[in-house]
C-alpha cells in the first residue's frame, strides 16, 4: 500500500530552526508537495520538490531525497504565526495525490 | 480576486436528506477536486475533473456525486447523507494536472444526524 509518515505533532520556541519530516513509500513517483494548515483554514501551498536537493525560499526551505523516500521541511527564524499543520503530498505514478496525516506545529514564546 | 468558493461553509442535516455543496473557481484552472478532511488522517480525494465533462473516482467516491458543466463550477453532490459522512470538506483547483499548485476553497464543515 501506498503510505506518508510524519510525526504527529513538534514543538518549537519562537526565533529557533525546526525540520518536520515526511519519509513515503508510493507506487511511482512524481514529486512531493508540502502544504500549511493553519487551525480551521484552507491547506496553502508552500513546496513542490520533484528533483534530489534542497530548495530554498525565504525563512522556509524544502529538501527531497528520491532514494530514500525522504523530505523534510526547514523553518528559521519560527515566529508565533508559522504555529499551523503542516502537510506532506506526495504524487504517484498516477498523478494521484496522496497525503500524510499532517504534522502539528507548536510554537511557545 | 482569484479564489475558490464553497457553500454552504456550515451545514447541520439528518441522514437521507439530499444536499449540495457548491465550489466555483475564477481562475480558468481546468484541473478541479474534492476532499474531505477528518481528525488524524490525510486529506482524501472523493472525486476529481481533469476538464469540463471529465471526472473521475478519487480514494473515498462511495457515497458521493460530482458533476462538471461548467469550467468553474464542480459541486459535490450527497443522495442520501449518512453519520460517516460527518467532515470537513475542500474543494481545490489547479492550472492543469494534480502536479501544479493547488488552491483551496476555504472548507465545508458537515454534520450528519
Known amino acids: 500500500g501506498q503510505n506518508i509518515d510524519q510525526p504527529t505533532e513538534m514543538t518549537a520556541t519562537e526565533g529557533a530552526i525546526v525540520q518536520i519530516n515526511c519519509t513515503y513509500q508510493t507506487s511511482g513517483f512524481n514529486g512531493l508537495f508540502w502544504y500549511q494548515q493553519h487551525a480551521g483554514e484552507a491547506p496553502t501551498f508552500l513546496s513542490y520538490n520533484v528533483l534530489d536537493g534542497l530548495e530554498e525560499k525565504g525563512r522556509f526551505s524544502s529538501f527531497l531525497s528520491r532514494s530514500k523516500g525522504y523530505s523534510y521541511l526547514l523553518l528559521k527564524e519560527l515566529q508565533m504565526k508559522d504555529s499551523a499543520s503542516y502537510l506532506c503530498a506526495v504524487l504517484d505514478s498516477n498523478y494521484q495525490l496522496i497525503w500524510g496525516a499532517g504534522t502539528k506545529l507548536i510554537i511557545k514564546p | 480576486e482569484a479564489q475558490v468558493t464553497q457553500n454552504p461553509r456550515y451545514l447541520i442535516t439528518v441522514t437521507g436528506k439530499k444536499l449540495t455543496v457548491t465550489c466555483s473557481q475564477n481562475m480558468n484552472h481546468e484541473y478541479m477536486s474534492w476532499y474531505r478532511q477528518d481528525p488524524g488522517l490525510g486529506l482524501r480525494q472523493i472525486y476529481y475533473s481533469m476538464n469540463v465533462e471529465v471526472t473521475d473516482k478519487g480514494d473515498v467516491p462511495e457515497g458521493y456525486k460530482v458533476s462538471r458543466k461548467e469550467k468553474r463550477n464542480f459541486p459535490l453532490i450527497l443522495e442520501s447523507p449518512s453519520p460517516n459522512q460527518t467532515s470537513l470538506y475542500f474543494c481545490?483547483?489547479?492550472?492543469?494536472?494534480?502536479?501544479?499548485?493547488?488552491?483551496f476553497g476555504p472548507g465545508t464543515r458537515l454534520t450528519v444526524l
Open positions: 481545490a483547483s489547479s492550472l492543469r494536472e494534480a502536479y501544479n499548485e493547488q488552491f
